[in-house]
C-alpha cells in the first residue's frame, strides 16, 4: 500500500496528487471498517432510541433503544452517556416489551450481573438505562454489544459499538437540578377503588454519605402519567436507624486478601410516609429526591395534630379525635367529629380504657393486661404530618415471663387508626385466660353488635342491649370484622382484622379452643381467647403457654355514622375492602457505581454452589 501511494505522488502535480491520495486513504480506510465489520459479523444499527419520562413500567428518567444485531446471539450490553459508563442497564427482548403502564415483571439486579447465565439469543433487543436529563439537552448515547458464542466471556467474542445523539423532551419541566438523586416508587391500586391522599410507607437504604440531612433533604413528587409533570406531596422521613461498621478486607494471616469486595457496605436506611392519590385499578410513579445538602427543612400542612404528653397524647385529625390513657398510652376515649356530643369511653372497671389486652391471667397472680401499664417500661412515638404513632413494650406487670407491645398508627384525614399488639412467652407460664384484642365500652353507649360469620356465611346483627349479662355470643378467631353501634346516637365503632398470626420456637402453640366472643355486664366488650379454659365449662383448669410462643394482631379501629336503612354496618363493609387491600407499593433504584461487579457469599459449610460447570442452553431464538 505504502509503495502504491509512492507511486501516485511521484506521477502527479501538486494537487492532483493530494486529491489522489486522500481518494486513495478513503478507500483503504474503508476498505478496512469493511474488513473489521465483516470479521466482526457485521453492523449495530440502533433502530430507534428516545429519552423517555418515567412510567409505572420504566419508572425513571432513562434512554430506551431498539437495537439491531447482524445476527442472533448470546449478548452483553454496555452503555454509556456523554462518556460516563452506566454501571448497569435493562435488557429486554422483543417481545418482553411489557405494557408500561404496570410495574415490570422481570428485572437482573446486580448481583445477577455476575451469577446469573443468560444463554438467550437476542436479534432484537431493547436496552433501558438511567438518565437524569434535563429539557431540551442532547446527549450522546453509545451502546457496546459482546456477541458470544456461549454464556461466558471469551477472547473470540465479537464487539460491535454504535453511538447516537438523542435530545430530550422539551414538555414538563423535571424537578429541581438541585436535587440530584432520586429513588422510585412505583403504587398500585388493585381493589377498584378510587384512592386520594391514601398513607403509603416504604423503607429506603442509602449509603452514609448520601443520608447527611434526610428529614430536610427528602421530597416526595408524584408524576402526572399524562403530562409527565411533577406534582410535590406531603411527606415523612422518620426510624432513621445506622449501621456503620466496614466490612475488614485486611489480609489473613498468611497475608492472602480475604476477599477482593466488601460483603457489606455501611448503610443508613429509613422510613419514608407519603401521600399517594392513585385512581382505581391503575398504577402510579412517585420519585423520591434526596442529596441537596443546602437543601432547608419543609413542613408541611395536614389535618394530623398530636398534643400532650406521652403516654397520655391526644391524636386528632378532622374525622376523629382520640386519647390516650395517661397511664398505660392504650385508647381511652374516642370522638367522632361529626358528632362532638357523644364520646366512647369505658372507665367501668380497673384501669378503665377501651382498648385492654394483650393479656394473660396466671392464678394465683392478679390478671394482667397492658392496659395495666403504669406507665410502661418504653415508650416511643413519632409526630408528624402523614402519621403519628405511639408505640409501646414491657413485659406484662406482675407477670414477667411475658412480654407484649402495643402500638397505635394515625393519618391525616382518616376515619380509623392502625392496632398492632404482639405477646411473647420467654418462660413457660400456667393459665386461665390468654387473650387479645380486647375492646371494653361502657354498656349504655352500645345498642347492637353485627360481624360477619363465617360458619353460617352471613352478617349477623345482634341487639346486646338486651343480651343477660355474662352471656357469651361466639364467633370463630378469625372474624373478618366486628362492630358495635348505638340506633339512637346514630355511631358505630368497628374493628377489621388485618393480620392475626399464632406461632412457636421451641414448640407449637397450645391453644384450648380459640375464639372470638362478646359478653355483657356493666361495660359491652368483644375480645379474642387465644386460650380460654376460663370460660370453658372446666374453668379452673389450668393449659401452659409455652415458652418461645408469639401471638400477633394487627386492627383497623373505625368511628363511623351508621348507613340508613337494613345496613348500618354498610360503611364498615366499604372501608373493609379498602383496608384490606392496602396500595402496593413497588422500590425501583438506580444501582450505584460503588455496588461491585461480583458478588461474594459465605455458605455454612464447604460444598459445591450449584454453579459449578453449568450449562445453559441457547432459549430463546427470536
Not at 486513495?24 to 429519552?51: D, P, Y
Not at 400532650?308 to 397511664?327: A, D, K
Request: with cysteine.
Amino acid at each position: 500500500m505504502a509503495n502504491f501511494i509512492s507511486r501516485i505522488m511521484g506521477n502527479g502535480s501538486g494537487t492532483t496528487s493530494c486529491m489522489s491520495l486522500i481518494l486513495v486513504i478513503s478507500l483503504f480506510v474503508n476498505h478496512s471498517l469493511e474488513a473489521q465489520r465483516t470479521r466482526g459479523g457485521g453492523e449495530l444499527h440502533i433502530r430507534e432510541i428516545e429519552l423517555g419520562y418515567p412510567a409505572p413500567g420504566i419508572p425513571f428518567y432513562h434512554f430506551k433503544a431498539e437495537l439491531e444485531l447482524p445476527e442472533s446471539s448470546i449478548i452483553e450490553v454496555e452503555a454509556a452517556v456523554d462518556g460516563k459508563v452506566l454501571r448497569a442497564t435493562e435488557l429486554r427482548r422483543e417481545d418482553e416489551v411489557e405494557n408500561l403502564s404496570k410495574p415490570p415483571l422481570s428485572e437482573r439486579p446486580p448481583s445477577g450481573y455476575s451469577m446469573s447465565q443468560d444463554g438467550t439469543h437476542y436479534k432484537n433487543p431493547h436496552v433501558i438505562g438511567w438518565v437524569k436529563w434535563q429539557p431540551g439537552q442532547t446527549y450522546t448515547v453509545k451502546l457496546s454489544v459482546r456477541m458470544k458464542k456461549s454464556v461466558h466471556a471469551s477472547n473470540d467474542d465479537i464487539i460491535i459499538a454504535a453511538e447516537r445523539k438523542v435530545t430530550a423532551p422539551s414538555g414538563a419541566e423535571v424537578f429541581d437540578e438541585a436535587w440530584p438523586k432520586y429513588k422510585s416508587v412505583v403504587v398500585s391500586e388493585t381493589a377498584g377503588i378510587n384512592r386520594t391522599d391514601e398513607p403509603v410507607e416504604v423503607l429506603l437504604a442509602f449509603y452514609p454519605d448520601e443520608a447527611l440531612h434526610l428529614t430536610r433533604e427528602i421530597r416526595v413528587v408524584a408524576v402526572n402519567p399524562g403530562t409527565h409533570a411533577l406534582e410535590e406531596v406531603a411527606s415523612q422521613v422518620y426510624d432513621i436507624q445506622k449501621f456503620l461498621e466496614e466490612d475488614d478486607l485486611a489480609p489473613d494471616e498468611s497475608g492472602d486478601p480475604t476477599r477482593e469486595v466488601p460483603l457489606w457496605m455501611p448503610t443508613v436506611t429509613s422510613r419514608v410516609a407519603f401521600l399517594a392519590s392513585v385512581p382505581a385499578k391503575s398504577s402510579r410513579v412517585f420519585l423520591i429526591y434526596y442529596g441537596n445538602e443546602d437543601a432547608m427543612a419543609k413542613t408541611y400542612q395536614t389535618d394530623l395534630r398530636v398534643q400532650g404528653e406521652r403516654p397520655g397524647m391526644l391524636i386528632e385529625n378532622n374525622q376523629i379525635s382520640v386519647v390516650l390513657h395517661p397511664e398505660s398510652g392504650h385508647l381511652d376515649q374516642i370522638v367522632l367529629k361529626s358528632k362532638p356530643g357523644e364520646p366512647l369511653f369505658h372507665r367501668m372497671e380497673t384501669n378503665g380504657a377501651i382498648h385492654w389486652n394483650p393479656g394473660i391471667y396466671v392464678p394465683p397472680r392478679a390478671w394482667t393486661h397492658t392496659a395495666d401499664w403504669k406507665p410502661p417500661a418504653n415508650i416511643n412515638s413519632v409526630a408528624g404530618p402523614v402519621i403519628a404513632t405511639n408505640e409501646m413494650w414491657d413485659h406484662l406487670r406482675g407477670v414477667p415471663e411475658v412480654d407484649a407491645s402495643v402500638r397505635y398508627e394515625f393519618y391525616p384525614g382518616m376515619p380509623y387508626f392502625i392496632s398492632s399488639t404482639c405477646m411473647r412467652i420467654n418462660e413457660t407460664v400456667n393459665c386461665l385466660a390468654m387473650r387479645n384484642a380486647e375492646i371494653v365500652f361502657k354498656r349504655e353507649l352500645m345498642t347492637h353488635a353485627s360481624w360477619y360469620d363465617i360458619v353460617r356465611d352471613s352478617i349477623i346483627t345482634y341487639n346486646v342491649s338486651t343480651m343477660p349479662d355474662l352471656t357469651d355470643i361466639k364467633m370463630e378467631a378469625d372474624v373478618p370484622w366486628i362492630t358495635f353501634f348505638n340506633e339512637e346516637t346514630g355511631i358505630g365503632f368497628a374493628g377489621i382484622q388485618l393480620g392475626y398470626a399464632n406461632a412457636g420456637i421451641e414448640s407449637r402453640t397450645r391453644l384450648l379452643n380459640p375464639f372470638f366472643y362478646i359478653t355483657g355486664g356493666p361495660w359491652i366488650y368483644w375480645a379474642r381467647g387465644l386460650s380460654h379454659p376460663f370460660l370453658s365449662s372446666n374453668m379452673q383448669q389450668v393449659v401452659p403457654a409455652l415458652k418461645g410462643s408469639v401471638f400477633s394482631e394487627k386492627w383497623a379501629y373505625l368511628i363511623y355514622e351508621i348507613a340508613q336503612g337494613n345496613e348500618p354496618y354498610a360503611p364498615v363493609l366499604e372501608w373493609q375492602r379498602r383496608l384490606t387491600h392496602p396500595l402496593r407499593v413497588q422500590l425501583v433504584e438506580e444501582v450505584d457505581d460503588r455496588v461491585s461487579k461480583t458478588v461474594v457469599e459465605i455458605f455454612m459449610d464447604e460444598g459445591r454452589s450449584g454453579w459449578e460447570e453449568r450449562e445453559t442452553g441457547k432459549h430463546g431464538k427470536e
